[in-house]
């Protein structure tokens, strides 16, 4: 069964942060969200987990508990030990014979040797590692994770990222906002977010195909205002040129920008 | 240097609750020494009985301000109204005057002793209660409210800004846990762990400082049961309206420091400026402090104490309730309340 929304719109105030947004969430299959600071990242996640908040327009999600939800910051219990935030869950959700599953999670996650350590004092990445085992332990049908993989080591990035493949091999929806542009490469699925709206929305190359013009490599900008740097060189997007190359979903962030209206970089 | 000071003065302002600390602190503080923290007393609620009562009223100091008057009262109805609260001093009038005093009430106790004085030499005075006037006796059965109220309200409070403050409470809001469950679970432990500190201080101030129980368990049972609702509600309504711990704290002093000041606990209500008295019985202290000496020391009929009970109990409704509100607000899941197959078709 697919989950998903259909033109949600959330308000805050007068603030759109969601602007009719659609997106469909398939068994089997991770989706990413991508978009700057605002963009509505963390608000769709939020709506799409269940978590409460006022909405306009149509979810179809699965029933109670059925979701596994990390939220952006922390989602552990910093005075619990490892082992104790796993038994919370368990209990939390009935869950009987969990403990083979949850020393897999945390084996997975680098973390079982800590169980008997206070989560508020694992490292920034193995807290979130733990979050993400927390999330999975119950077996949701769908996966949601808010910027699960920011600010943590290529490590423990790396194995983030094989609990949530493994989470969606096993059949869940699996929904994830990052901030990195190469996890979202690696996606079944890309949302590019802005300023609460769609920008673009598919497969990686759906995502490219949509984009307007071509970005090209340089040594030296020609117009300043349409190129950024990466590493030593310059990208440089010509709106008005054919598609050619192979932009990537970061290029496409930042053309998906300067079409907006914001600066060159 | 000067970037620090800026720095510092720009995030004093932008902390709204500190500066509200900073300037209503010092206002609170002010009114409640200027017109309310009064040891001497100027008002001594009196009963003048016996025969000759209203030769009596008239030979009384102005500070007694009699509010029962009756020819045919003896000395068990003077008792009877000072166990009741009805009135602090009773002159039993007669040959052998008697000048009844209630010895909870300290401050009043020993201003109306001192004035006592222009009765008759043969007036003999009697201290009820609390003969020899002493403080723990006194102190003990509001104690147990104060340390309620401050466990009540600022560890609970704390115990639910950390959920907010690690981010789980939106968590627990996903798992399939009702909300009825979420608050229950998290308010069940800080209630037993007060009823625990309850028995405790009741059984410290009774063997430790000999303080008499004379009342009925039931009633003090019932109070403490009510009392209990209203500080945990407290707590709660509190940590709803923080966002860290600090800022609860902050928030826990402000309802703390007037009820340790207005409630009658320390200073007598009696000798408080009516400006200000009226603020002390909006607080649920108050009400308690009047249950706990009644209880304890009074052996206070229970038609006495059923006023302060059910102002109580009307409080800790509402401040009940208006947490479970806003707590439930915080973390009630909306989908939940509805069946697993949601509204509308799958998106495109």
Known sequence: ?265 | MKAMILKEFRQMRRDRRTVALMVGMPVLLLTIFGYAARFDVTEIRTAALGPGAELVEGMLDDAFEVVVTDSSGDSDMARELLADSEAAVAIVAGPEPVVYVDGTELFIAQSAMRRATSLPDNTQVEVLFNPELSTSAVMVPSLIGLILLFIGTVITSLGVVREREQGTLEQLAVTPLRPVDVIVGKIAPYFLVAVFDMVMITIVGIYLFDVPFRGSFLMFAAFAFVYLFVVLGLGVLISTVSKSQGEAIQLAIMVLLPQVMLSGMIFPLASMAAGVRWIGYLLPLTYFVIGMRGVFLKASSASALAVPLLLLTLMAVVIFALAILRFRRDLAPKHVSKAPALVGEAAA
């Open chain 1, 1 to 265: 069964m697919s989950w998903g929304a259909r033109d949600l719109t959330v308000r805050f105030g007068k603030t759109i942060a969601l602007d009719r947004v659609s997106l469909a969430l398939d068994p089997g299959v991770v989706h990413t969200v991508v978009g700057g600071d605002g963009s509505g990242k963390t608000t769709l996640l939020k709506v799409i987990a269940g978590v409460g908040l006022d909405h306009d327009g149509e979810l179809r999600l699965p029933g109670p508990g059925r979701t596994g939800y990390v939220p952006p910051a922390g989602g552990v219990f910093g005075d619990l030990s490892v082992d104790e935030n796993m038994e919370f869950v368990a209990n939390a959700y009935r869950l009987r014979g969990w403990q083979t599953r949850a020393a897999e999670l945390l084996d997975h996650s680098s973390i079982a040797r800590f169980g008997d350590r206070l989560a508020g004092r694992l490292s920034g990445g193995q807290r979130r590692k733990l979050a993400g085992s927390m999330a999975l332990l119950p077996a949701p049908d769908l996966l949601v994770l808010d910027e699960v993989t920011t600010g943590v080591d290529p490590v423990s990035r790396l194995d983030l990222w094989r609990l949530i493949a493994g989470a969606a091999a096993a059949g869940a929806a699996v929904l994830v906002a990052t901030s990195y542009l190469d996890e979202a490469e690696r996606a079944g699925k890309v949302l590019l977010l802005h300023d609460g709206a769609t920008l673009a929305a598919g497969t990686p190359e759906e995502v490219r195909a949509a984009m307007k013009g071509s970005v090209s490599d340089r040594a030296e900008p020609e117009e300043p205002e349409l190129a950024w740097r990466r590493g030593r060189r310059w990208r440089q997007w010509d709106p008005g040129g054919a598609p050619s190359g192979r932009p990537t979903l970061e290029d496409i962030a930042i053309v998906a920008e300067l079409q907006t209206g914001g600066g060159g970089r």
